[in-house]
């Protein structure tokens, strides 16, 4: 399945977040108004990855398979991809995981134009 710059901009269009569970502890991954909570693991920055690819993916298999897609939800501008509350909770890590997601950030933003 090929994977068009279409179906990029269309699954961008969809909110991805990750948020730690203190229940599971893990990070869960959630893509609102296409599949939900959908992923998760111990690092966000994978989390966040694999739900962009998911995105993508759930798209071309939609559109493969005739099927209408449902609107995404309406979004308002985030400061965050990760909230403070998702942040691990010893010092050390909480740094390395900030510089991860900024990095994330950068690398998101600069793949935007592709």
């Not at 569970?21 to 869960?28: A, K, Q, R």
């Not at 966040?48 to 071309?60: D, N, V």
């Amino acid at each position: 399945m090929k994977i068009t710059s279409d179906i990029r901009r269309r699954a961008a269009a969809y909110p991805k977040s990750v948020r730690w569970s203190d229940e599971d502890e893990v990070f869960i991954g959630c893509i609102e108004g296409l599949c939900g909570d959908c992923d998760h693991g111990s690092d966000p920055v994978v989390v966040f990855r694999t739900l962009k690819r998911l995105a993508e993916e759930t798209i071309a298999q939609w559109d493969a398979a005739g099927l209408t897609l449902p609107n995404p939800p309406s979004q308002t501008p985030r400061k965050s991809i990760l909230p403070r509350s998702a942040m691990p909770r010893t010092p050390a890590k909480r740094q390395d995981t900030r510089l991860e997601v900024e990095k994330m950030k950068s690398e998101v933003g600069g793949q935007a134009g592709a």
